[in-house]
């Protein structure tokens, strides 16, 4: 992998193996799309392993051209399973509630991606969680989109299946599939917007969850603590 893919504005290459899955799937050769970026399709088996956001942006652009799909936020999205996320992963799933998760998210999850902001509201009995990418990158409202929906996954993991958000907020005009979004969100989806979020009832953040483990809890904080100093 070349260096100069490793920007101080950058993501694990995660959701890039989510692409080519996606590329595959679709009958497309993957490789011969991440030739375009001097990418090998093994240099995507280390989840962890850093490139910029620009890189990443370029090939959400290549894949909606290529494939003419123009949800490719949400289907990738919805394939997170966040194996990029290291230790941080068992932390946030032995969360002791949902606001214990999202803070050593957002706190912890600053060391891996850089210029991706996660932010938590709170106002009138409702919680939102924005996202935001820094910059003008290429394919941002879907790349964003795309980690949106990766936050819903990452809620139902702390919270049960069953959970969803109660609205979602998309920056973009409306588009022809905007019954997909609902779908996915499993909630209404409102359309050119100021930012990216999703709100629920604020009383779900201090929902106490079964099962927390505190020695595995401070094992890991210590362990997370000792990579970010």
């Known amino acids: 992998m070349m260096d100069s893919f490793i920007q101080e ?3 694990p290459t995660g959701i890039l193996h989510l ?3 996606y590329l595959q799937e679709q009958g497309h050769d993957a490789q011969a799309l991440f030739d375009q970026f001097a990418i090998q ?6 989840n962890l392993l850093p490139i910029s956001l620009q890189t990443q942006g370029h090939i959400f652009q290549a894949v909606e051209e290529l494939t003419g799909c123009d949800h490719l936020g949400l289907l990738i999205g919805k394939k997170a399973q966040f194996l990029n996320i290291g230790p941080l992963r068992f932390l946030v799933l032995n969360a002791a509630s949902m606001r214990d998760g999202m803070k050593s998210l957002f706190n912890y999850g600053s060391m891996g991606y850089r210029g991706q902001k996660l932010d938590l509201q709170e106002d009138q009995g409702y919680a939102r969680i924005c996202m935001h ?3 003008d990158i290429p394919g941002k409202e879907q ?3 795309a980690y949106l929906v990766a936050m819903v996954s ?4 702390i919270l049960g299946k069953s959970w969803r958000p109660s609205l979602g907020r998309i920056s973009y005009a409306k588009p022809k599939c905007a019954h997909l979004y609902e779908k996915v969100f499993g909630c209404p989806v409102w359309f050119g917007q100021m930012q990216h979020e999703i709100l629920f009832p604020q009383e779900q953040l201090d929902q106490q969850r079964a099962g927390h483990d505190r020695q595995l809890d401070q094992f ?4 997370l603590s000792e990579l970010q100093s």
């Open 220 to 223: 890991l904080r210590q362990h």
């Open 19 to 21: 692409i080519a899955d």
């Open 9 to 11: 504005k950058s993501n």
């Open 154 to 157: 990452i809620i139902e993991m």
């Open 133 to 135: 990418i820094d910059g």
């Open 143 to 145: 790349y964003q989109t």
């Open 41 to 46: 399709l093994d240099d995507l088996k280390n």
